[in-house]
């Protein structure tokens, strides 16, 4: 009896590791490749098929959106820098609410440099397609956007604070 329930749970575990094995090597030589962008997996799924859109226009907006992210790269690793200093300027024991204030500012100005160029790219994809086209992708691109924190508007999260009675952080 003792022999069979060795030898059962040997089969187990053997069975586990040629299961770990085979989704390792399928995951690594046969999956998915790793370095698409969650966007452009966006595009391949069944929402972007309802657009209606040849391979070729569908190439472009990929083409879009690979380019924005390649010379956005350098924009978006500097506004991670100014968040890091912004963080450690508040954690500081000399922290400067001033000080503070001017890396917000600059944070600011590359993120709206970042919008400026991802409206650029918007207005390329406008030129291939179809209105109805225009109409599916925005949706599809404002369905995905990253959410927003508490999923409130910054300023319904201000005024509540101000109905609260909490004063702003900042009296001008």
């Known amino acids: 009896m003792r022999i069979k329930v060795l030898s059962a ?4 575990s053997l069975a586990l590791n ?14 998915p490749d790793p370095r698409f962008h ?10 972007f098929d309802e657009m209606d859109i040849s391979n070729e226009d569908r190439d472009k907006i990929m083409g879009l959106f690979r380019d924005f992210r390649d010379a956005n790269r350098e924009t978006q ?3 991670r820098e100014l968040e890091d200093r912004l ?3 508040i954690q500081s024991e000399d922290s400067d609410l001033d000080a503070a204030y001017e890396i917000m500012e600059k944070i600011g100005v590359q993120r709206l ?3 400026k160029k991802a409206l650029n790219q918007f207005f390329k994809a406008k030129t291939f397609l179809t209105p109805e086209q225009q109409k599916h992708f ?4 404002m369905k995905n956007r990253p ?3 508490f999923g409130r508007p910054p300023m319904e999260r201000f005024n509540n604070r101000r109905r609260m009675g909490r004063p702003d952080i900042r009296e001008e």
Request: net charge positive.
């Open 87 to 89: 963080v450690e300027k």
């Open 138 to 141: 925005y949706r599809l691109l």
């Open 147 to 149: 959410k927003r924190p």
């Open 77 to 79: 690793l500097k506004i």
């Open 113 to 115: 440099t970042l919008g």
């Open 18 to 31: 040629l299961a770990v094995i085979g989704t390792f090597v399928y995951k690594r030589y046969f999956g």
């Open 38 to 47: 969650p966007m452009e997996r966006m595009m391949r799924g069944p929402m």
């Open 9 to 12: 749970v040997l089969i187990f």
